[in-house]
């Protein structure tokens, strides 16, 4: 792999986030292709400890004293402007980049890119796509926002003109990226700390459309109305797939005693082939459909379809089965939005179980203020609901909603839910509350998970 936009490898790039999970792969990227990197985060992790390994020079803090003989500064559109680094890096007039126009560029080099966008299911959707080209032999590039197993990680290095990676929409991030096929998975209200409204973020996604070139495709779900909206107007080739309707559609849907699907492939009036997914839910029908479609365009034979999505097992944090005890099966999952949260509490719910009950840590408060209501409605399917502080994450606590406001509202529609202040009292609490044949499933982007695993090692 080349980069025209660093020509010497003499050159330094340092990355102001480089523990999280795609910036960490852009960084793991240029190091295995042998430039000098070096980063800083706010704490250490597996993820800095690897990088550190590989050659990385790594910072904990931000401080203007991390960035020596830097050439490039990349960061993320969550760090702020008055970061000292930032601040450092214009003072020297060292170039600065956006996350989203590093990895922009790194696409150019490659023909044939796939940006999965979508408020949710990019990491699994992407994944799928991975586990397909893989089995075709096209040795593609791919980035994605967890740890998959087949890649030994969140990234690949290939070599060839295949390129397949997650498309964010925060700040209008993947209106940067150069794809030749765009896929949109849904579009709904979220990171509204940004946009006006849902109106605004569908604009975005036709804009995102737009940068398409008039011969590559644009592949959307047809049940969602604002998708169809999108994929209408879009000036490329497109297909559509979905459940109820669209050109590639599922029929003859049946499910295993663990709730994972195998169904009949149409595209029109034409059957193509069965599919077995080895993992459960609904929703991972679409992100199968989607994925069937980036075969169909790239003409790739039915068997390598569906003997990848056949290999196939979740990232990790997407649906992970972390282990059992006790009779208590214990799962983890990123969901964070209330629509990712009913469809990962409607699936545990189809597995064989007493009763299921689910930890969950809210994510950013604006997140948590901008869609109260829809949070109240998400858990209707756990039969005990055990709710966390709000994760910051890249937010300051200025009292605009507290996790005990939310479990108020929970409490008043007759859940069954207690507000909990540390993972140790989480963990002291469903220990007297799961037995055996009962799910225990952490739920959030923060550090959820280790309520899970505490109640594991305990």
């Not at 003072?91 to 796939?114: P, Q, T």
């Not at 739920?443 to 090692?457: H, R, S, W, Y």
């Amino acid at each position: 792999m080349s980069f025209n936009f660093i020509k010497d490898k003499n050159k330094k790039v340092h990355f102001i986030g480089i523990g999280g999970i795609s910036m960490s792969g852009l960084a793991a990227i240029l190091l295995r292709e042998g430039y000098k990197v070096s980063g800083s985060d706010a704490k250490k992790s597996e993820i800095t400890n690897r990088l550190k390994n590989e050659g990385a020079e790594i910072y904990i803090g931000h401080n203007s004293d991390n960035l020596k003989n830097v050439d490039l500064v990349v960061y993320t559109a969550a760090i702020p402007s008055d970061n000292p680094e930032i601040l450092e890096a214009k003072r020297l007039n060292i170039s600065l980049m956006d996350r989203a126009e590093f990895l922009g560029k790194i696409m150019l080099g490659h023909k044939y890119g796939v940006a999965v966008a979508g408020t949710h299911g990019k990491t699994t959707c992407t994944s799928m796509i991975s586990h397909i080209t893989l089995k075709a032999d096209l040795d593609p590039t791919i980035l994605v926002g967890g740890d998959l197993d087949i890649i030994d990680g969140n990234f690949k290095i290939g070599n060839s003109e295949y390129f397949v990676t997650e498309a964010c929409e925060y700040k209008e991030s993947f209106l940067k990226f150069s794809p030749f096929v765009g896929i949109i998975l849904n579009i709904d209200a979220d990171h509204l700390d940004y946009y006006r409204d849902i109106d605004h973020i569908q604009e975005t996604f036709q804009k995102f459309a737009s940068i398409i070139p008039n011969d590559g495709y644009l592949v959307g779900y047809a049940d969602d109305a604002r998708v169809m909206s999108v994929i209408n107007n879009a000036k490329c080739n497109i297909l559509s797939y979905g459940i109820n309707s669209g050109e590639v559609t599922a029929k003859n849907i049946s499910f295993d005693e663990n709730g994972c699907a195998t169904f009949d492939v149409f595209r029109n009036a034409s059957r193509l082939f069965s599919v077995t997914l080895n993992v459960p839910g609904k929703h991972n029908i679409l992100n199968a459909l989607c994925s069937i479609c980036i075969g169909l365009i790239f003409e790739l034979q039915s068997k390598d379809i569906i003997g990848g999505l056949h290999d196939f097992r979740n990232a990790h944090k997407r649906f992970e089965l972390k282990g059992k005890k006790s009779g208590v099966t214990v799962i983890d999952d990123y969901a964070h939005h209330p629509v990712e949260i009913k469809a990962t509490l409607s699936t545990a719910k189809n597995i064989p179980h007493k009763s299921v009950c689910c930890v969950f840590q809210p994510h950013t408060y604006t997140r948590t203020k901008s869609l109260f209501n829809e949070f109240t409605e998400a858990f209707n399917d756990a039969d005990e609901l055990v709710l966390m502080d709000i994760y910051a994450a890249r937010e300051k606590n200025t009292g605009l909603v507290s996790s005990d406001e939310l479990g108020d509202a929970i409490r008043s529609k007759g859940i069954s839910c207690v507000n909990v202040h540390s993972h140790e009292e989480a963990v002291n609490y469903v220990k007297n509350k799961v037995s055996n044949g009962d799910i225990l499933i952490t739920v959030g982007a923060g550090d959820v998970v280790k309520v899970g695993e505490l109640f594991l090692n305990s």
